[in-house]
């Protein structure tokens, strides 16, 4: 068979049909590779979501137990205070007849003995003495307060 003996049209159609064919092909080997790169972003993103999502569950677990941390100095200092307040009442109640008593003695103090009125003042002396311990004692105690919640208020994340 001859070139000479194929007739235009039929070479026409054949080359159309050779064309389409080739066009076919390369737009299936297109869509094929769309597809494959659709894939893989797909999963990509279903990856990072995933990611995301533990992400988010750690943050929620880490929040949780700051919050935990927060509630637990909260009490702890709501009840040293209270501590505070009862330590302080009790002081200002343990001042006010401590102040009675020195009244009241100083009001009788023309009829004791010289050796009466000695031992007194070394009494009141010993009794102001631990009355002044105890004093810098709660006051160190409140300055321990004070300090450790300064600590936790700077130390919590902001």
């Known amino acids: 068979m001859n070139i000479s003996d194929l007739n235009p049209q039929s070479i026409v159609f054949k080359l159309i049909a050779i064309a389409i064919s080739i066009l076919i092909i390369v737009g299936t080997v297109y869509e094929a590779i769309n597809h494959y790169e659709n894939v893989g972003y797909q999963r990509r993103v279903s990856e990072e979501d995933v990611q995301r999502n533990k992400d988010l569950e750690l943050a929620a677990i880490q929040t949780r137990k700051l919050q935990s941390q927060l509630d637990e100095a909260q009490h702890e200092l709501s009840v040293t205070k209270q501590r505070l ?18 009244t009241q003695y100083n009001s009788g103090l023309s009829n004791y003995s010289k050796q009466a009125l000695i ?20 006051a160190a105690k409140a300055d321990t307060y004070a300090a450790d919640l300064k600590m936790m208020q700077d130390s919590w994340p902001k």
């Open 119 to 138: 031992e007194r003042v070394n009494t009141l002396s010993n009794v102001f003495g631990e009355c002044t311990s105890q004093y810098t004692e709660v």
């Open 85 to 102: 307040a009862t330590l302080s009442a009790n002081s200002v109640v343990l001042s006010n007849r401590l102040r009675d008593s020195i």
